[in-house]
């Protein structure tokens, strides 16, 4: 995550495409576990879609804010981005960085995960997601290949076509990587229970919070 953006309720990348999205049922991450408990790595990999989700929705929850953006503190449908927090996904937990406070971000984990298993599916998705700039490169690279495969190899064709490919994938990859986040990446967290928020540095040595959770029924 390191953009900053803002998004109204009627203009949400998924509208792009016109879908119609499936409901997620509370128990479909624990059946498939069950179905498929000979799969090694089976409950790490959906705990981590969960988990992905979480993180997402505290970071919305933490930029929310209600009369700054709001004229005469009237209520806005608009979600702002507040571009100083970013988080990183593990089977275990999340990192948070960014200044918060801690009683501040433990309210906001608990009200992000009421949110999300209550119907509010969309702040799983966020526009600085990494899942966005894997599809923009995955994008690039496929319309890049077809354009070298397809015009003639003289450079100011082949110029003009890598052109064209990198403008249409970087028009395509946040809806894409919208609907890859919604499907993929991330899952609504009916399964998890938090266990702590500590403060502690990550694998890199930089500061953060480290929300801890764990896997339930």
């Known amino acids: 995550m390191n953009t900053s953006t803002s998004y109204s309720g009627d203009s949400f990348p998924f509208n792009f495409f016109n879908l119609e999205f499936i409901a997620p049922s509370p128990n479909q991450d624990s059946d498939l576990l069950k179905q498929l408990s000979f799969v090694p790595g089976l409950q790490e990999i959906l705990m981590l879609r969960q988990v992905h989700a979480l993180e997402h929705a505290t ?8 009369s700054v953006y709001s ?21 275990q937990g999340f990192y948070l960085y960014g200044e918060v406070n801690i009683s501040h971000l433990r309210r906001a984990v608990t009200l992000a995960q009421n ?22 490169m995955l994008l690039t690279a496929g319309f890049a290949i077809g354009v070298y495969a397809m015009l003639p190899f003289r450079p100011i064709e082949q110029l003009i076509g890598l052109g064209i490919a ?52």
Request: proline share 5%.
């Open 59 to 66: 970071v919305w929850v933490l930029s929310e804010t209600t």
């Open 115 to 136: 949110r999300l298993t209550n119907g509010e599916w969309d702040l799983a998705v966020h526009p600085r997601c990494g899942t966005n700039l894997s599809v923009a």
């Open 166 to 217: 990198a403008t249409t994938a970087s028009e395509l990859a946040p809806d894409l990587g919208s609907i890859a986040q919604r499907y993929l990446t991330t899952a609504i967290p009916f399964n998890l229970s938090i266990e702590n928020i500590i403060r502690t540095r990550d694998t890199w040595g930089r500061e953060a919070h480290f929300i801890k959770v764990k896997w339930r029924e």
């Open 71 to 91: 004229p005469l503190g009237n209520p806005s449908n608009v979600q702002f981005d507040n571009e100083s927090l970013s988080g990183l996904s593990t089977e």
